[in-house]
T-cell receptor
């Protein structure tokens, strides 16, 4: 079983719509969760971190964490073509001092 | 803040030669640095974790004698690919984190180094 699972997509949404990206993780003891955006040929860029159950909002981005369901999501409001990228979900495990990445979801925002 | 640089951004070398990649944290002290490799259309693969002043911890399947990691200061880590072969051609990305001062677990990525071995 993979530590972090993501649907590879592609997820296509029209410009201005809400994009919803989902991620599940296997270790119930995981405590730190991150979303990264990676444009083709570039390195990942941190978008959001979330540590507690509930929602965390930053501009057009909202991260949601549900530890009981072992589920993390990222909502992108008012999606723009420039949001088209691969979104990586990552979980940090304290005991192992390392991050586990999902395989990423490719998002296409159509003008 | 939280800027990480890598040098070189791309490099072409001949099979059998060695290549050194530098990773620097520019505006914070990186107590931990991570080295990743990414093949086309694949996700990140962690190669090793290095803490300043300590030996790197390598992931299973990563040859420590082939991928030499040095984290001699709080702002610099290097990855040396020794006796490179075409199968080592990949996108190498470092990341850095300052847990001690910031108390945050976020890691920040460098721009990556694209290595091509001919």
């Amino acid at each position: 079983q993979k530590e972090v699972e993501q649907n590879s997509g592609p997820l296509s949404v029209p410009e201005g719509a809400i994009a919803s990206l989902n991620c599940t993780y296997s270790d119930r003891g995981s405590q730190s969760f991150f979303w990264y955006r990676q444009y083709s040929g570039k390195s990942p860029e941190l978008i959001m971190s979330i540590y507690s159950n509930g929602d965390k909002e930053d501009g057009r981005f909202t991260a949601q964490l549900n530890k009981a369901s072992q589920y993390v999501s990222l909502l992108i409001r008012d999606s723009q073509p420039s949001d088209s990228a691969t979104y990586l979900c990552a979980v940090y495990k304290y005991n192992f001092n390392k991050f586990y990445f999902g395989s990423g979801t490719k998002l296409n925002v159509k003008p | 803040g939280a800027v990480v640089s890598q040098h070189p951004s791309w490099v072409i070398c001949k099979s059998g030669t060695s290549v050194k990649i530098e990773c620097r944290s520019l505006d914070f002290q990186a107590t931990t640095m991570f080295w990743y490799r990414q093949f086309p259309k694949q996700s990140l693969m962690l190669m090793a974790t290095s803490n300043e002043g300590s030996k790197a911890t390598y992931e299973q399947g990563v040859e420590k004698d082939k991928f030499l990691i040095n984290h001699a200061s709080l702002t610099l880590s290097t990855l040396t690919v020794t006796s490179a072969h075409p199968e080592d051609s990949s996108f190498y990305i470092c990341s850095a984190r300052d847990l001690v001062t910031s108390g945050k677990y976020e890691q920040y990525f460098g721009p990556g180094t694209r290595l091509t071995v001919t």
